[in-house]
């Protein structure tokens, strides 16, 4: 006689017929669901609401130290990658729901709930008041953040060479000196007389650092631009 194959869902399906009530699973993943909705529109609001600095009661015991950063060691990130470290609740980005899950957790870990998040990324992330790589961290206490998660596409590898020039005045300064010299160098030699003098050089080098130099404090004050230290942490658009 030809012995019938077994079929496991079968099987399964007729043990959790002896065990358990349809009418009762489905109220139980009902629940677990409307629970877990309900726990992700809280979070989400705690994200957006963007409460003042608040200090979350952590498990020092379950923290992983690598994750613990210092507010000097944000803010020269920050200033380098010309970035803004801001309350939750002026980023205009989607959270990830792989975020809320990761607060879901630490707040099941810690047995409290996070508040206080704030956010680094670029200006243009930022909802900001008009007067390439989000990181979500929460506050510990005494200038200490948490990094909860990262997401998005990471910086491109030249920006920090890009806004270096926006790290200070002296730094703006060396790069128009240095745009200026290689414009000048273009010049043509003899173009304003008949012979090549060094003085002929320094004298339209002169001329055209400060031209340079004009446009570039026209530009920084006709749209409010403004050096990194000063922006980092600033939630204005024009300061």
């Not at 631009?225 to 600033?234: H, L």
């Amino acid at each position: 006689m030809r012995l019938q194959k077994t079929n496991i869902e079968q099987k399964l399906e007729k043990v959790r017929s002896t065990t358990s009530n349809t009418d009762t699973i489905l109220a139980e993943v009902h629940r677990i669901l409307q629970k877990d909705a309900q726990e992700n529109d809280r979070i989400e609001k705690n994200i957006s609401g963007g409460k003042a600095l608040v200090t979350n009661a952590f498990d020092f015991d379950l923290l992983e130290t690598d994750r613990i950063y210092h507010i000097d060691q944000i803010k020269k990130i920050c200033i380098d990658y010309r970035l803004r470290f801001l309350n939750s609740k002026y980023f205009k980005g989607e959270i990830p729901q792989e975020a809320i899950s990761k607060i879901k957790q630490l707040e099941k870990a810690h047995e409290i709930e996070l508040t206080g998040f704030k956010i680094v990324a670029p200006s243009k992330l930022f909802k900001l008041e008009d007067k390439d790589d989000p990181l979500l961290f929460a506050p510990i206490g005494n200038d200490y953040f948490y990094l909860i998660h990262k997401w998005g596409n990471d910086l491109h590898p030249l920006r920090k060479l890009l806004v270096w020039p926006f790290k200070g005045i002296v730094n703006l300064t060396v790069l128009v000196m240095l745009i200026s010299y290689v414009c000048t160098s273009l010049v043509p030699s003899g173009l304003f007389s008949k012979t090549a003098t060094s003085s002929e050089f320094w004298i339209i080098y002169f001329f055209m650092f400060k031209s340079i130099a004009s446009v570039v404090i026209f530009y920084g004050f006709a749209l409010g631009k403004n050096f990194n230290p000063a922006i980092w942490n600033s939630k204005y658009f024009n300061v």
